[in-house]
């Protein structure tokens, strides 16, 4: 069964920084591809870092020079850095396959204040 463990969210104001981290279980990252997602209540999930194996990250326009994606395959990591933070950032943010799978972490909780 996958394990997906977020961590290193918080509170921030306006135009601040966070780095979350993301610990998986063993081989994922060889497997599948990865991404980080987020979910704001009463809003859909969405896709804010896609890692194709192999390939650079990509971004939305939303958070595109903003937030940086990174993979450690070896210790089976994944960070990503956020900068510039704005309000309409404040969501729970995940780790997980690309295409999504059915085994979720519980996230990590990022609120953005003016």
């Known amino acids: 069964q996958v394990q997906l463990v977020e961590s290193g969210g918080g509170s921030v104001q306006t135009g601040g920084s966070l780095k979350i981290s993301c610990a998986a279980s063993p081989g994922l990252f060889i497997r599948s591809a990865m991404g980080w997602y987020r979910q704001a209540p009463g809003k859909q999930r969405e896709l804010v870092a896609t890692?194709?194996?192999?390939?650079?990250?990509f971004y939305p326009g939303s958070v595109r020079g903003r937030f940086a994606s990174s993979q450690n395959r070896a210790e089976n990591t994944m960070d990503l850095q956020m900068i510039d933070l704005k309000p309409q950032d404040t969501a729970v943010y995940y780790c997980?396959?690309?295409?999504?799978?059915?085994?979720w972490g519980p996230g990590t909780q990022v609120t953005v204040s003016d």
């Open positions: 997980h396959p690309v295409p999504p799978r059915n085994y």
């Open positions: 890692m194709p194996r192999g390939n650079p990250p």
